[in-house]
């Protein structure tokens, strides 16, 4: 199978369930994978970036990675689109530059995630109740939701080809891939749809080795050992953290756009050799805006990893994570376990540090 996910958390998400499921995976940043190499493969996952980039850069991106898979041969292989559970990204332009380059005649986008309380009703889409645009997520730097309808935020999928169901539970997102799975579609959204693949294509998703609660257990004792932890709290949609380890706040002046990194206050990692870098402001929104934050973030990191590279880099947010790995040079990963639905960890074949990753709309409790 090959995954192609628009951001890092995404991608690391969907390797996770791929790895619960007993298969071999390979997470790849940003570099499309030979057709040899995918056939030796159970899984690729490839994440992208897209969502971080323009319109224009997201289709030429998604062209570049599907292009050479497809014209070598990879096409008999099945494809899924990971897109954003919150409706954020370039989600139709995408969908229609592989539907283009692979000749899927439809696509089904389903980005309801039940499992956590997303569900689309009546073409609306909830949170726990509450409509999207009611969320923080009206909030988000680059994609702000000003309306909880499909229809709306995405006006022209459907005379596209792109179907976009309800879905109130997972029943629901069984019925949608039985109904829709005849290999000439296309299938796009969150983890719960991809899980329904997995489990209508007879694929048994079950924990390795432990049972999900003493997986947590080690994360927890594997926390409280490591002798360094850099945490980056990179998305808006943060929640404070009380790991009895300094919170270095990002300075109001670079949140505003200044550039003066010796204006954050990381002294603590110096001393200790852990700290978490959060941004406590959530009043600046656009694209500019949100490049500026993961830019002076990544870069924040790869000093402070140049000083003292940290036995557990944890990232929350997929730009965030994406920026700070570029910046690192860090590409290749083995996945090493999945803690909780959508948190990952990683090992970096370039270094051996252990890379966690959490989506930024995501509770940190599924991880602290």
């Known amino acids: 199978m090959i995954v192609i996910a628009d951001d890092i958390t995404g991608a690391a998400e969907i390797a996770g369930i791929a790895f619960e499921a007993g298969q071999q995976v390979r997470l790849r940043?940003?570099?499309?994978?030979?057709?040899?190499?995918?056939?030796?493969?159970?899984?690729?996952?490839?994440?992208?970036?897209?969502?971080?980039?323009?319109?224009?850069?997201?289709?030429?991106?998604?062209?570049?990675?599907?292009?050479?898979?497809?014209?070598?041969?990879?096409?008999?292989?099945?494809?899924?689109?990971?897109?954003?559970?919150?409706?954020?990204?370039?989600?139709?332009?995408?969908?229609?530059?592989?539907?283009?380059?692979?000749?899927?005649?439809?696509?089904?986008?389903?980005?309801?995630?039940?499992?956590?309380?997303?569900?689309?009703?009546t073409g609306t889409y909830y949170i726990n109740g509450v409509p999207l645009h009611k969320t923080d997520f009206s909030f988000d730097p680059e994609f702000p939701a000003r309306s909880a309808s499909i229809k709306e935020r995405f006006p022209e999928a459907e005379e596209k080809g792109i179907v976009m169901p309800d879905a109130t539970n997972e029943a629901d997102i069984l019925r949608i891939v039985s109904e829709y799975d005849d290999g000439h579609t296309l299938f796009a959204g969150a983890a719960d749809l991809f899980k329904?693949?997995?489990?209508?294509?007879?694929?048994?998703?079950?924990?390795?080795?432990?049972?999900?609660?003493s997986q947590l257990s080690t994360l927890n004792s594997q926390f409280s050992t490591l002798n360094s932890t850099l945490i980056l709290c990179g998305s808006t949609q943060s929640k404070a953290l009380d790991l009895g380890i300094s919170i270095a706040p990002m300075p109001r002046e670079i949140y505003d756009g200044g550039n003066d990194l010796s204006l954050w206050d990381t002294s603590a990692y110096d001393r200790q050799h852990n700290i978490i870098l959060t941004i406590p402001y959530t009043h600046r929104t656009g694209k500019e805006v949100a490049v500026h934050l993961r830019s002076v973030m990544a870069q924040t990191a790869r000093r402070l990893v140049s000083q003292h590279c940290p036995d557990h880099l944890i990232i929350e947010g997929g730009a965030t994570a994406w920026a700070t790995l570029q910046a690192l040079g860090w590409t290749d990963f083995d996945i090493v376990h999945q803690y909780a639905p959508g948190v990952v960890q990683m090992k970096s074949v370039t270094t051996g540090t252990m890379v966690t990753l959490k989506p930024g709309s995501y509770p940190w409790g599924s991880l602290f």
């Open 29 to 121: 940043c940003g570099s499309p994978v030979g057709c040899d190499e995918v056939a030796t493969q159970g899984t690729t996952v490839i994440a992208t970036d897209t969502r971080s980039m323009t319109e224009e850069e997201a289709i030429a991106e998604t062209r570049r990675i599907i292009l050479p898979l497809h014209l070598e041969g990879a096409e008999g292989r099945l494809l899924f689109k990971k897109t954003d559970s919150a409706l954020r990204g370039h989600v139709v332009t995408e969908l229609l530059a592989l539907m283009q380059a692979t000749g899927y005649q439809r696509a089904v986008f389903m980005p309801a995630n039940p499992s956590k309380g997303r569900i689309i009703r």
């Open 196 to 213: 329904a693949i997995l489990e209508v294509r007879g694929e048994r998703l079950e924990v390795r080795n432990s049972t999900l609660n």
